[in-house]
C-alpha cells in the first residue's frame, strides 16, 4: 500500500534554481495539499487543491505554484529558490474537502535545502 | 486568526510513567484531529473526536474533546519508547472546513 508518495526525498539547490516537487496517492482522494513544516512555526499549507481541476492558495503561497495533474498528481513548483524556502515539504490527500472528520494522509517529506 | 496551542511544548519522561498534553483554542471546531509525526516521516492519523465532550480510547491512548469544543487532550498510561514522536492537534473550523494546526508537542520516552 503506497499511500501518498513523493519524489525527490533529499535536494539541494542554489539559490535562484527552479525544481517541481511531485506528489501521486493511489487512495482515488479527490483533495490534496501541499505543506511546508518549519521548527517553531509547524505545518503550513501552501496549496490546496479541493478536487481535480481546482487549485486554491492556502497561509504561504508566495514564491511557489502547483498543478493538479490529474486525480492522482499533484506538483509543487519553485520557479526561483530562495534560502527562506529551506524546509521539509509534504504532500498529502484527503477523501474530500470539507467533510467533518476526514484524515489527511501524509507522503514521507521532501528535505530542500537552499544554498 | 484561529490558533491551536499545544503544551507542553516539549516533554521527556521515564518508560512507565503517564502523561497528558493539550491542546487549546479561544474557538470553536467542528472536529478536531490527532496526529504522530515520527521522525523522518510525514504525521499519521490517530484520532479525530467530533461530539463536546467525547472521549475516545486508542489502547493506552484516551483523547477528550472539550464540552464547548475549544479545546483536547491527550493523555497516555505507561508510557513506551514506541510513543517517541511529535504530537500535532489540528482543528476543522469555519464553513469551509480548513484545518487549523498547532506545533505541536514533542515527546521522548526514555527506557
Known amino acids: 500500500n503506497a499511500g501518498v508518495t513523493q519524489t525527490p526525498k533529499f535536494q539541494v539547490l542554489k539559490t535562484g534554481q527552479s525544481m517541481t516537487l511531485q506528489c501521486a496517492q493511489d487512495?482515488?482522494?479527490?483533495?490534496m495539499y501541499w505543506y511546508r513544516q518549519d521548527p517553531g512555526m509547524g505545518l503550513r499549507l501552501i496549496y490546496y487543491?479541493?478536487?481535480?481541476?481546482?487549485?486554491d492558495k492556502g497561509e504561504v503561497p508566495n514564491g511557489y505554484n502547483v498543478s493538479r495533474l490529474n486525480k492522482r498528481e499533484f506538483s509543487l513548483r519553485l520557479e526561483s529558490a530562495a534560502p527562506s524556502q529551506t524546509s521539509v515539504y509534504f504532500c498529502?490527500?484527503?477523501?474530500?474537502?470539507?467533510?467533518?472528520?476526514?484524515?489527511?494522509?501524509f507522503g514521507d517529506g521532501t528535505r530542500l535545502s537552499i544554498l | 486568526t484561529q490558533l491551536l496551542e499545544q503544551s507542553p511544548q516539549f516533554l521527556s519522561i521515564q518508560e512507565g510513567e503517564n502523561l497528558t498534553v493539550y491542546c487549546n483554542s479561544s474557538?470553536?471546531?467542528?472536529?478536531l484531529q490527532w496526529y504522530r509525526q515520527e521522525p523522518g516521516e510525514g504525521p499519521v492519523l490517530l484520532v479525530t473526536?467530533?461530539?463536546g465532550g467525547e472521549v475516545k480510547k486508542l489502547k493506552r491512548l484516551t483523547f477528550q474533546f472539550g464540552d464547548a469544543r475549544k479545546d483536547s487532550s491527550l493523555h497516555i498510561t505507561a508510557a513506551q519508547p514506541g510513543d517517541t514522536g511529535l504530537y500535532l492537534c489540528?482543528?476543522?473550523?469555519?464553513?469551509?472546513?480548513?484545518?487549523?494546526w498547532g506545533l505541536g508537542t514533542s515527546l521522548g520516552v526514555n527506557p
Open positions: 487512495m482515488n482522494h479527490n483533495s
Open positions: 489540528a482543528g476543522a473550523a469555519g464553513n469551509n472546513r480548513k484545518l487549523i
Open positions: 498529502a490527500s484527503s477523501e474530500a474537502w470539507g467533510s467533518l472528520d476526514q484524515p489527511q494522509h
Open positions: 487543491s479541493a478536487s481535480e481541476g481546482t487549485t
Open positions: 473526536v467530533v461530539t
Open positions: 474557538s470553536v471546531f467542528s472536529s
